[in-house]
């Protein structure tokens, strides 16, 4: 079993940033992370991944050049960085592992991740 444990939401205006960490504990193995988001009312969508390496990473459309992925595998630990943050990104953020290894061109798939953290909350204000 592998457990997730996101932190770091929270109150921001907009323009504003956080940093969203994802600490996994318990049978970490190499594999994609990553992270998703869902706003009340909405479906599940997908937001970044990076491989094991860290050499890999992959954004949806909204959010490339203002967040981003990386990762330090010493600490088990996955970071996502979002800067210039608007209203629409206000969703509650989970990190996801799958059980595994999944090749980078499916990591939106939420599907395809067996696991999962409680999420943080995230609310921009405007």
């Known amino acids: 079993q592998v457990q997730l444990v996101e932190s770091g939401g929270g109150l921001v205006q907009a323009g504003g940033s956080l940093r969203l960490s994802c600490a996994a504990s318990?049978?970490?193995?190499?594999?994609?992370t990553g992270w998703f988001r869902q706003a009340p009312g909405k479906e599940r969508e997908f937001v970044a991944a990076?491989?094991?390496?860290?050499?890999?990473?992959y954004y949806e459309d909204s959010v490339k050049g203002r967040f981003s992925i990386g990762r330090d595998n010493a600490k088990n630990t996955v970071y996502l960085q979002m800067n210039s943050l608007k209203p629409e990104d206000t969703a509650v953020y989970y990190c996801?592992?799958?059980?595994?290894?999944?090749?980078?061109?499916?990591?939106?798939?939420?599907?395809?991740?067996?696991?999962w953290g409680q999420g943080t909350q995230v609310t921009v204000s405007s």
């Open positions: 318990g049978r970490t193995f190499s594999a994609v």
């Open positions: 996801a592992a799958p059980s595994h290894g999944l090749g980078m061109n499916l990591v939106r798939n939420w599907s395809l991740y067996a696991y």
């Open positions: 990076i491989s094991w390496s860290g050499d890999n990473t």
